[in-house]
């Protein structure tokens, strides 16, 4: 089996791998590292809350992601009633999946930070941050951490960018967390925090899509 | 001693032998390929590291010439109907960043369609007109009086796009992006700390969004350009020289959400001019 045709597999979503699939994820390192996340975000995926909803702007901007990558032709929105993830997780071709799925993590990273007492009140006095669920946070750092061992050292000036953009990244998060740790009620820093996760969704992805690309 | 003319024989023939050393390493592996294509072709290129010029001709063929030193990299071109592929190929893992490059000139009928993807290096486009896009880690990208729908995508590498008109979206992390003398009508830039420059005019009917994390926003408009204003930043600063207006389209201006903010109309405000940034600053100048 082909590292293609494995893909075109996982494409059908979550089931038991048929034993020719499961030969090749045990022999190919690259497949398997990409079971291994596929498997963490479905079981983090599960763990979510049934009545997180995303605002409407973090939706319209998902889907616009995914339908500019060609991820989505139809419109997902339909889904919502199932379940937004797994909605996706239904839908979705396979090429850049994980990007999708990052996309989707990141996302629900942020609406987990804010509680639905300031979704449906946003002056209220719990507006504050809440950090994201750990395992949630420790998924978000297996992605990361793939995407960094996925660096290829052969063109040392692009490693060097990649991890110095991620760092310029996470730099801006935390800033926007500070202040918005500072002033809760700061919605224009609240914004930008959602604009910074996404960058670092964005660039995950391109760093992911130039490891999986790289021949 | 030697004589002018006598010394003048060994330097020649010294200078004849290095070209000779020097021609074949030059262009260790070069090719040239030639495609009839018809209207609008479009034209897809994929490389690593190196330089890449495409530039246009009213011809309606495609020439694609490259050259690279290396045995490692192999070049391959593809034609399927109006569709040129040029993708460079890794043939080693053991790879040094010397034997990475392979540069491309490329020359394509005016009305062309580009997808561009390379990590390092430069791209330079000139006089072409059709839908573009661009995909890079550090490369720079230079457009020169291209037209069309652009998009760019880049993490740490430049923009530079000099006369062009048409629309343009760029999306980079820490490239800086500029535009210079731009005719163009739809320009949304978002860059985590980039500086962004545009100096040129405001179309009417023109929608310019300029945004960054941290870094510089400069806009240099002409006393003649009619645009709503909005600057908004959390943390940063706010330089104006626009003899701005309250809003004549009644526009409610979300100042308190910000530090500092600035909304308003110059002249009659056709345009819509909205820049922000999280804690750069923020310069609207005026054209000398």
């Known amino acids: 089996m082909q590292c293609h045709e494995l893909e075109q597999i ?41 009545e997180v909803a995303p605002p409407e702007h973090i939706w319209v901007s998902l889907r616009a992601q995914l339908e500019e990558e060609g991820l989505i032709h139809a419109p997902v929105a339909a889904g919502r009633g199932v379940g937004w993830l797994s909605a996706l997780f239904g839908v979705l071709p396979r090429p850049a999946l994980a990007a999708a799925y990052l996309a989707c993590l990141v996302v629900g990273a942020i609406l987990l930070s804010v509680p639905s007492s300031i979704r449906e009140n946003p002056a209220s006095q719990a507006n504050q941050m809440q950090p994201a669920p750990a395992a949630l946070t420790a998924q978000l750092n297996t992605v990361e951490s793939s995407a960094l061992s996925g660096i290829h050292e052969h063109n040392p000036v692009v490693a060097a960018s990649l991890r110095d953009n991620l760092a310029l990244v996470d730099k801006f998060i935390a800033l926007c967390e500070k202040n918005l740790r500072e002033d809760p009620r700061n919605e224009a820093a609240r914004e930008y925090l959602y604009g910074a996760y996404q960058q670092k969704a964005d660039l995950l992805a391109m760093m992911m899509d130039r490891d999986a690309s790289g021949d | 001693m030697m004589t002018q003319r006598t010394w003048r024989v060994p330097v020649m023939t010294a200078a004849a032998a290095l070209v000779l050393v020097a021609a074949p390493a030059a262009s260790a592996h070069r090719m040239e390929k030639h495609f009839a294509v018809g209207e609008r072709p479009v034209i897809t290129i994929s490389n690593h590291h190196g330089r890449i010029e495409v530039k246009s001709w009213k011809k309606p063929e495609v020439v694609v010439v490259g050259n690279h030193n290396s045995n490692k990299v192999e070049v391959d071109t593809e034609q399927a109907g109006n569709r040129i592929e040029v993708n460079t190929h890794l043939l080693s893992e053991n790879i040094a960043p010397a034997e990475l490059e392979a540069n491309y000139e490329v020359t394509v ?33 230079q457009l020169q009086e291209v037209a069309g729908y652009m998009v760019v995508k880049t993490i740490g590498g430049s923009v530079l796009c000099a006369r062009c008109a048409g629309r343009i979206d760029v999306r980079s992390f820490s490239g ?21 420059l545009f100096d040129g005019d405001f179309l009417r009917r023109g929608i310019y969004i300029l945004k960054n994390g941290n870094g510089l926003i400069e806009v240099r408009f002409a006393d003649t350009d009619s645009f709503d204003l909005s600057a908004t930043t959390v943390n940063g600063t706010i330089e104006n020289q626009a003899r701005i207006k309250p809003d004549v389209h009644g526009r409610h201006s979300p100042s308190a959400r910000f530090k500092t903010s600035l909304f308003g109309t110059v002249n009659e405000g056709h345009a819509k001019v909205e820049l922000s940034s999280f804690s750069g600053t923020i310069r609207i100048l005026k054209r000398d």
Request: with cysteine; charged share 25%; proline share 6%.
């Open chain 2, 176 to 196: 800086n992006v500029r535009f210079l003398q731009p005719q163009m009508d739809n320009v949304r830039v978002e860059t985590t700390s980039g500086n962004i």
């Open chain 2, 109 to 141: 009928p005016e009305e062309s369609e580009l997808h561009v993807k390379t990590d390092s290096g430069e791209i330079t486009i000139e006089r072409v007109f059709g839908d573009m896009t661009f995909d890079t880690v550090v490369a720079d990208v």
């Open chain 1, 10 to 50: 996982l494409e059908q979503g979550p089931a038991p791998l048929p034993a020719d699939a499961a030969t090749h994820v045990s022999a190919c390192a690259r497949c398997r590292g990409l079971f291994a996340d596929l498997k963490a975000i479905e079981t983090v995926a599960r763990e979510f809350p049934g």
